[in-house]
Nanobody, 115 residues
Framework: QVQLVESGGGLVQAGGSLRLSCAAS????????MAWYYQAPGKQRNLVAA???????NYADSVEGRFTISRDNAKNMVYLQMNSLKPEDTAVYYC?????????WGQGTQVTVSS
C-alpha cells in the first residue's frame, strides 16, 4: 500500500514562509508526476504546483513567483517552498503522485496564514 506522508504545515503570519515535504513510500512504480493541491473550506481542491520526473514545473497563477516545487527522485520526495504567504493561501495542502495509470493522495496538512 502506497503511503504519502506530508509535513511542514502550520500557522504563520502573512508575509512569512513555510516548507512542505511529502515522503512517498512503498512505491513499486515509476512516478511521473508529483504535485501539491490545496483545498479551502467549502471549496474544491485545486492544483498549486506540479513537477514531472524530468523537472518540468507548472504553477497556479495565484502562487507563481511565490511558491517553488521541487523533488528528489531518489528519495521519492516532493517539496513546496512557500514564500510571501497570504491569508488566502490558508487551506489544507495535499500531496499527490501519479504514474503508470496510478494516482495517490496524502492525508493533507493544514496551512493557516494570519493577517
Amino acid at each position: 500500500q502506497v503511503q504519502l506522508v506530508e509535513s511542514g504545515g502550520g500557522l504563520v503570519q502573512a508575509g512569512g514562509s513555510l516548507r512542505l515535504s511529502c515522503a512517498a513510500s512503498r512505491i513499486s512504480f515509476s512516478i511521473s508526476v508529483m504535485a501539491w493541491y490545496y483545498q479551502a473550506p467549502g471549496k474544491q481542491r485545486n492544483l498549486v504546483a506540479a513537477i514531472t520526473s524530468g523537472g518540468s514545473t507548472n504553477y497556479a497563477d495565484s502562487v507563481e513567483g511565490r511558491f517553488t516545487i521541487s523533488r528528489d527522485n531518489a528519495k521519492n520526495m516532493v517539496y513546496l517552498q512557500m514564500n510571501s504567504l497570504k491569508p488566502e493561501d490558508t487551506a489544507v495542502y495535499y500531496c499527490y503522485v501519479a504514474g503508470m495509470g496510478r494516482r495517490y493522495w496524502g492525508q493533507g496538512t493544514q496551512v493557516t496564514v494570519s493577517s
